[in-house]
């Protein structure tokens, strides 16, 4: 079964950086294309960021563009996000997904387009 685990979030003051992890298990990272999403109170759950791991493509909400980065490392299944210069409307929980689908561009900010989806951790950001 495939599994994801985020991992890295927590509580930091604006203005500062936090890593997420996604660790993907029981399933080979290649031709997957992986996202970030959150979900803060009483809002909808937004695309954040994704990467094809077949070719690196990436792309990002305009929210953190500028701000966020989203790398893989196919080698130990695992996709980051860097996350700098945090804002408080970035408090959310962020689950990443995955879908064993690549060269679907933008399309992989919308959360209807991933069929597996972690757990999710919380980040939260002080003013």
């Known amino acids: 079964e495939v599994q994801l685990v985020e991992s890295g979030g927590g509580l930091v003051q604006a203005g500062r950086s936090l890593r997420l992890s996604c660790a993907a298990s029981?399933?080979?990272?290649?031709?997957?294309?992986i996202g970030w999403f959150r979900q803060a109170p009483g809002k909808e759950r937004e695309g954040v960021s994704c990467?094809?791991?077949?070719?690196?493509?990436?792309y990002y909400a305009d929210s953190v563009k500028g701000r966020f980065t989203i790398s893989s490392d196919n080698a130990k299944n695992t996709v980051y996000l860097q996350m700098n210069s945090l804002k408080p409307e970035d408090t959310a929980v962020y689950y990443c997904?995955?879908?064993?689908?690549?060269?679907?561009?933008?399309?992989?900010?919308?959360?209807?387009?991933?069929?597996?989806w972690g757990q999710g951790t919380q980040v939260t950001v002080s003013s």
């Open positions: 997904a995955a879908v064993h689908l690549h060269g679907i561009g933008s399309r992989c900010l919308k959360d209807d387009e991933h069929d597996y």
């Open positions: 990467i094809s791991t077949s070719d690196g493509s990436t």
């Open positions: 029981e399933f080979t990272f290649d031709d997957y294309t």
